[in-house]
């Protein structure tokens, strides 16, 4: 008869005594060790290593800021910059971005801008004209011009024109410089509604003198006008201030020689 031996859930095992008693033997339960306190220390300081490397790393890893100039308020096309109207901030740019922005005021401040600009937004290159030193009128004048003569309606608040009339037509006319450089305030065309569909639009320029104010509304009721972008020619433009057709002079000549004869 096979015999069957199973330990009890109390956890004692069956033995036989040499008399061939039965007793019972209790089993020691497993300890397992604790760490001791040099040990955790050890590990709390490893921890601490840790951690500051990655602190460290962190802080290595941030990239570097530069200055770069903001609009302290919202600023719209053809206003000239001040000081007060710009702040300085240090952001992070990406790669060759530093190219397109300013960093000091002084290189804006009397600048017109070219483009609208809200509180707090950054102050790009392509957004304002710094070359307008000495080119700003303080008498502002809008008249309507075909579009074909004022640079297919595309000039821009704060680029410069040189403003001319042409009087007369034929062998006859006779084409004068009204202003120079006078610096575009405001553009509207037919997009916006102010002209329709004529293909005209309307020009509002600041210009220098009162003498330079009455020739060009003068001319804006009897002459054809033509703006011509000056904005990058700087003193390119300067020359005659009139010119007529040369068939004219000639015809001038024969008249007079008629007359002596």
Do not use: W
């Not at 790009?124 to 579009?147: C, K, Y």
């Not at 305030?185 to 916006?192: A, I, K």
């Amino acid at each position: 008869m096979d015999m069957q031996t199973t330990t009890p859930r109390d956890g004692t095992i069956p033995s036989t005594t040499e008399s061939g008693g039965a007793t019972r033997k209790r089993l020691a339960p497993r300890v397992r060790p604790r760490p001791n306190g040099r040990a955790l220390v050890g590990a709390l300081l490893v921890t601490l290593a840790a951690v500051g490397a990655f602190i460290v790393a962190g802080a290595d890893s941030e990239p570097p800021t530069q200055p770069v100039l903001v609009a302290r308020r919202s600023l719209s096309p053809g206003e000239l910059l001040t000081t007060s109207d710009l702040e300085i901030r240090r952001v992070t740019l990406p790669d060759g971005f530093d190219t397109r922005t300013y960093s000091d005021p002084a290189q804006v401040v009397g600048g017109a801008m070219l483009a609208p600009l809200g509180q707090g937004e950054l102050l790009q290159r392509s957004a304002v004209l710094t070359d307008t030193s000495g080119q700003t009128g303080t008498l502002e004048f809008s008249f309507p011009i075909d579009r074909d003569r004022a640079m297919n309606g595309e000039l821009r608040p704060g680029e410069t024109i040189d403003l001319l009339a042409t009087y007369g037509t034929g062998i006859d006319a006779v084409t004068s410089v009204l202003a120079r450089n006078a610096i575009v305030l405001q553009v509207d065309d037919e997009s916006d509604g102010t002209m329709g569909a004529t293909g005209r639009v309307v020009l509002t320029i600041g210009l220098a003198s009162a003498d330079e104010l009455i020739d060009a509304v003068h001319a804006a009721q009897v002459a054809g006008l033509t703006a011509v972008r000056s904005t990058r020619a700087g003193s390119s433009t300067i020359g005659r201030t009139s010119t007529s057709s040369p068939l004219s002079a000639d015809r001038a000549m024969t008249d007079l020689l008629g007359v002596q004869r």
